[in-house]
T-cell receptor, first 111, second 113 residues
Framework: DQQVKQNSPSLSVQEGRISILNCDYT??????FLWYKKYPAEGPTFLIS?????DKNEDGRFTVFLNKSAKHLSLHIVPSQPGDSAVYFC??????????FGTGTRLTIIP | DVKVTQSSRYLVKRTGEKVFLECVQD?????MFWYRQDPGLGLRLIYF???????EKGDIPEGYSVSREKKERFSLILESASTNQTSMYLC????????????FGPGTRLLVL
């Protein structure tokens, strides 16, 4: 039972354009959401997070949007840069419980 | 900066061998986790620990055990390695609290022949 889903296994975007990565969840109890970025042969690194009391959080080129009614989360990267090419995982948590991860989206930025 | 280190980056073992994967964190984090990452399956939680001597099963604990004798160290043990345990193993640690985030180690790529 996949509670956090990333339905696009891969995404290609032209350098300088906007990258939009999507994530859907089924558990309405989730109240904290995170995005991680992973390069090959490295561990995931934290990118940005959002609490369920907000609908948007920005950090530089990265913005996360939360639509609780649709149980949908998205990460916007603008402008996209070659160094953004990586696998992106969304993750969700309820209270102090463990994180539940999605299956990941491989983002490729085309120069 | 938080540092999570894993004892090996690459390991090759034979079926039936006992395998130890070690993880150490240097930030006095209460929580430690072991995940495995497989293509198309994302990160799946094997075991986690909220304190020394404590352990909790994650989503896929079968074939694994763990040990946490010291706060900074969390070991994953494959009692009898099998080929379906070939994977990338990732250790993580975090503070307690709701808004915590996990810090990951670099991963160990294990190949079981």
């Amino acid at each position: 039972d996949q509670q956090v889903k990333q339905n696009s296994p891969s995404l290609s975007v032209q350098e300088g354009r906007i990258s939009i990565l999507n994530c859907d969840y089924t558990n309405s109890m989730f109240d904290y959401f995170l995005w991680y970025k992973k390069y090959p042969a490295e561990g995931p690194t934290f990118l940005i997070s959002i609490s369920s009391i907000k609908d948007k959080n920005e950090d530089g080129r990265f913005t996360v949007f939360l639509n609780k009614s649709a149980k949908h989360l998205s990460l916007h990267i603008v402008p996209s840069q070659p160094g953004d090419s990586a696998v992106y995982f969304c993750a969700a948590r309820f209270g102090n419980e463990k994180l539940t991860f999605g299956t990941g989206t491989r983002l490729t930025i085309i120069p | 900066d938080v540092k999570v280190t894993q004892s090996s980056r690459y390991l090759v073992k034979r079926t039936g061998e006992k395998v130890f994967l070690e993880c150490v964190q240097d930030m006095d984090h209460e929580n430690m986790f072991w995940y495995r990452q497989d293509p198309g399956l994302g990160l799946r939680l094997i075991y986690f620990s909220y304190d020394v001597k404590m352990k909790e099963k994650g989503d896929i604990p079968e074939g694994y055990s763990v040990s946490r004798e010291k706060k900074e160290r969390f070991s994953l043990i494959l009692e009898s390695a099998s080929t379906n345990q070939t994977s990338m193993y990732l250790c993580a640690s975090s503070l307690g609290g709701q808004l915590k985030r996990e810090y990951f180690g670099p991963g160990t790529r294990l190949l079981v022949l």
